[in-house]
């Protein structure tokens, strides 16, 4: 069936280091592969996407990597600071309809 | 900008009963969306309504339904709701006829006891 995984549960992060949280996605048909930020009490919010025909974007202080070949996405913070404390949700657009994985939880240490 | 508004915040029903919930979209969205966030869980799309219509669904069964107004608002309704209808009911909205770069609302928390 369809899916979107992460290959950890929880990362811990010294502030100022750089994050990478990573996932696994299962839909080769997706078109857009999106990260949302989650913080407690709040409901997702969009940080970037990239599209399916695309390896890398940058943001501010963001990047995203797709890797087709082996279904793999991550989510590159530069310089991490406190206020990037959050649950990270990747997923995949297809159509209409948006799969989340199960979330990364990042904590930023000071 | 009031982004996007959902209510009520909070809700608990009894087992059995039905739910209305309701959001309003981001000023010049078009399309809404609604997921189901368990505990500890990512966002389970339900469905999508555009120009009024539900327009994709995810497997959530027919006691799940919706509604789009228009001016855009839309409800979410449960029948007979079940103890593990409880989590946190997310409704996103986007202008771009898809569910890409979505904005979410805070949700409501709906508790079925």
């Known amino acids: 069936g369809e899916s979107v995984g992460l290959h950890l549960p929880t990362l811990s992060v010294q502030e100022g280091d750089n994050s990478i949280i990573n996932c696994a996605y299962s839909?080769?048909?997706?078109?857009?592969f999106i990260w949302y930020k989650q913080e407690s009490g709040k409901g997702p919010q969009f940080i970037i996407d990239?599209?399916?025909?695309?390896d890398k974007r940058q943001g501010q202080r963001v990047t995203v990597l797709l890797n087709k070949t082996v279904k793999h996405l991550s989510l590159q913070i530069a310089a991490t600071q406190p206020g990037d404390s959050a649950v990270y949700f990747c997923?995949?657009?297809?159509?209409?309809?948006?799969?989340f994985g199960a979330g990364t939880r990042l904590f930023v240490k000071a | 900008d009031a982004g996007v508004t959902q209510s009520p915040t909070h809700l608990i029903k009894t087992r059995g009963q039905q739910v209305t919930l309701r959001c309003s979209p981001k000023?010049?969205?078009?399309?809404v969306s609604w997921y189901q966030q368990a505990l500890g869980q990512g966002p389970q799309f339900i469905f999508q309504?555009?120009?009024?219509?539900?327009?994709q669904r995810g497997n959530f069964p027919d006691r799940f339904s919706g509604h789009q107004f228009p001016n855009y608002s839309s409800e979410l309704n449960v029948n007979a709701l079940l103890l593990g209808d409880s989590a946190l009911y997310l409704c996103?909205?986007?202008?771009?006829?898809?569910?890409?770069?979505?904005?979410f609302g805070q949700g409501t928390r709906l508790t079925v006891v």
């Open positions: 996103a909205s986007s202008d771009t006829g898809t569910a890409i770069r979505a904005f």
């Open positions: 839909n080769s048909a997706s078109d857009y």
């Open positions: 990239i599209r399916s025909n695309m």
């Open positions: 997923a995949e657009a297809s159509g209409f309809k948006t799969i």
């Open positions: 000023s010049g969205h078009d399309t």
């Open positions: 309504y555009y120009e009024e219509e539900e327009r």
